[in-house]
């Protein structure tokens, strides 16, 4: 199968030592291993929000250190546990993200589309200081579909979810995703990784892989 990204002996820091590793293009990987493996630095690493120390990471075969980094991360999108969402209604969050981007910002429908996919049960009006912590993280998945990344990360994407509802958006997820996005996914919940995982790549302490 077609293989998207590449990790070529990647270390950071000296402290972190990760396997050569594959992401297949238009299926969902998820990565696994301890705390304090390199899981969430290695997102980062992918779209450079960190850099490396030494190694080299392909994006489409090419070096992603010759790239362009603003156009990377628009295509390498990483949707990590801390949400980034403002004050004032969901709608007005879409669009700060899309102008930040400087992309269209989807008709309404369109919008609407991802809130469902996401299990948001509220309006584009809502008001974002009234939601729960759980309903914050599915409007921010909402807001991540919404960008139409190439490669979307996600860094424990149903930490605040019931294990009903995390069942469902992931399902939604891949069901909206695949094949044209690939998903790169950090999950803690074994059963979740399981059923929804076509590829996982497994990390020791110190990013060692099995």
Request: glycine share 4%; proline share 5%.
């Amino acid at each position: 199968m077609p293989i998207i990204l590449a990790a070529e002996n990647v270390v950071f820091q000296e402290k972190i030592h990760y396997p050569n590793l594959t992401i297949p293009e238009g299926k969902a990987t998820f990565l696994q291993g301890p705390s304090g493996c390199g899981k969430s630095t290695l997102l980062h690493l992918f779209n450079a929000t960190l850099p490396l120390t030494q190694g080299k990471i392909l994006y489409r075969n090419q070096n992603i250190q010759h790239l362009d980094k603003i156009q990377l991360r628009r295509e390498i999108l990483l949707a990590s546990q801390q949400l980034y969402l403002f004050s004032g209604s969901i709608l007005e969050n879409f669009r700060q993200y899309h102008q930040y981007r400087e992309s269209v910002l989807p008709p309404t429908s369109e919008l609407e589309h991802y809130l469902a996919l996401c299990l948001v049960p509220f309006s584009l009006e809502q008001q974002i200081d009234k939601l729960s912590g759980g309903e914050k993280q599915r409007v921010f998945l909402a807001i991540a579909l919404s960008l139409k990344p190439t490669i979307l990360m996600l860094d424990e994407p149903t930490s605040a979810l019931d294990a009903k509802t995390a069942n469902q958006v992931m399902q939604n997820l891949k069901n909206h995703c695949l094949p044209k996005t690939t998903l790169i996914v950090i999950s803690h919940d074994q059963a979740l990784t399981q059923h929804y995982a076509d590829h996982i790549v497994y990390l020791h302490k110190e990013g060692h892989n099995e």
